[in-house]
C-alpha cells in the first residue's frame, strides 16, 4: 500500500506562486496514475489536475486551466504541482492521491490520500 505525504503549502499573496510535493512510498510510484485535489472551507472535494503513471498525459480542472501544472518525477517518487497566478479562491487544503485507473477524475476513482497540505492565498 502506497502512502503519501504532502508538503509545500503556504501563506502568499494574490499573483503569487508555489509548488507542492507529494512524496510517496511503501509501494512501486510508477505504477500508478497520480492526482491532486482541494477542499476549501464548507465546500465539496474538487478535482484540481491527474497524471499518468509515465507522466505523458495530464488533465486540469476548469478553474485551474493555464495557471496550474502537474509532473512527476518517478525517480524520486514524487508528483509536483506548480501554481502560478494564484487567485484567493484557490485557498484550500490541497491533497495529493493514487488511482489504480489509467486516469481519474472524481474523488471515487481514487483510493489512497495523503494528509493534506493548506494553501492561504491573500489579496
Known amino acids: 500500500q502506497v502512502q503519501l505525504v504532502e508538503s509545500g503549502g503556504g501563506l502568499v499573496q494574490a499573483g503569487d506562486s508555489l509548488r507542492l510535493s507529494c512524496a510517496a512510498s511503501?509501494?512501486?510510484?510508477?505504477?500508478?496514475?497520480m492526482g491532486w485535489f482541494r477542499q476549501a472551507p464548507g465546500k465539496e472535494r474538487e478535482f484540481v489536475a491527474v497524471?499518468?503513471?509515465?507522466?505523458?498525459?495530464?488533465h486540469y480542472g476548469d478553474s485551474v486551466k493555464g495557471r496550474f501544472t502537474i509532473s512527476r518525477d518517478n525517480a524520486k517518487s514524487t508528483v509536483y504541482l506548480q501554481m502560478n497566478s494564484l487567485k484567493p479562491e484557490d485557498t484550500a487544503v490541497y491533497y495529493c492521491?493514487?488511482?489504480?485507473?489509467?486516469?481519474?477524475?472524481?474523488?471515487?476513482?481514487?483510493?489512497?490520500w495523503g494528509q493534506g497540505t493548506q494553501v492561504t492565498v491573500s489579496s
Open positions: 511503501g509501494d512501486t510510484f510508477s505504477s500508478f496514475a
Open positions: 497524471i499518468s503513471r509515465t507522466g505523458s498525459t495530464t
Open positions: 492521491a493514487v488511482t489504480r485507473r489509467s486516469l481519474g477524475y472524481y474523488e471515487s476513482d481514487f483510493g489512497t
